[in-house]
């Protein structure tokens, strides 16, 4: 589907429903997949600590790669204000799936948390135990464990082009570096809430016409 995406044109985007369907959807559609995979642990009788379920075990490796990702995405945050006037086409090309107003915003929240809880328990929680366990025989098989649910994650994002793609996937590989080194999913699922809920109000600041003036 990722790879189907395509501009959607003016006339196309007129016709589409408001965007608080498309975010509900998408956010239910996200909650069936993680209960698929919590069903899926549950009959199987799998510990949940194993699926990240618990408080973190929080370290050096964990506080630093939890401010690496921070200031990352700071930093492009920062980059993407500078050069907004610049990037005025990628916003137009985006406005049928971010929200643009504060209206649109309020259901884009429901998106926002649904995505951080359930992704991260389906791409990381689950992807990675499950790869790990895979890849037990295999030589620096966690960084497979990591790398291959990161790529996945971030090809999904491909609607936001390529640029966004190589972004994510540098995000995804810390969270699950994170994951690996907390044994806990409440981090990743915390900052992956903060980054998708500002990424809305910066893709709403940021649209053609409200740089100048009060959203």
Not at 59 to 66: A, E, F, K, P, R
Not at 120 to 134: D, M, N, P, Q
Not at 169 to 197: C, K, Q, W
């Amino acid at each position: 589907m990722s790879f189907r995406s395509e501009k959607i044109s003016k006339e196309m985007m007129e016709t589409l429903p408001p965007k608080k369907h498309l975010f509900y959807t998408n956010g239910l559609m996200l909650i069936i997949g993680a209960l698929l995979v919590l069903t899926s642990w549950n009959i199987s009788d799998r510990p949940w600590e194993k699926l990240g379920v618990r408080l973190p075990d929080i370290d050096y490796n964990v506080i630093t790669l939890s401010f690496l990702v921070i200031m990352l995405y700071l930093l492009d945050g920062i980059y993407g204000w500078i050069n907004r006037k610049h990037h005025e086409d990628s916003f137009k090309d985006l406005q049928y799936v971010i929200p643009v107003n504060w209206q649109e915003y309020r259901h884009y929240i429901f998106l926002a948390f649904s995505a951080g809880i359930c992704e991260e328990i389906i791409f990381r929680g689950f992807l990675i135990t499950y790869l790990s366990f895979y890849f037990s025989d295999i030589s620096n098989g966690n960084i497979f464990a990591i790398i291959i649910p990161a790529i996945v994650f971030s090809v999904s994002h491909l609607y936001q082009g390529w640029w966004a793609v190589l972004k994510i996937l540098v995000l995804a590989v810390f969270f699950g570096f994170i994951f690996m080194y907390s044994g806990s999913l409440v981090l990743v699922i915390i900052i992956h809430i903060l980054i998708d809920l500002i990424s809305g109000i910066m893709g709403m600041v940021n649209q053609p016409g409200n740089s100048d003036r009060t959203v």
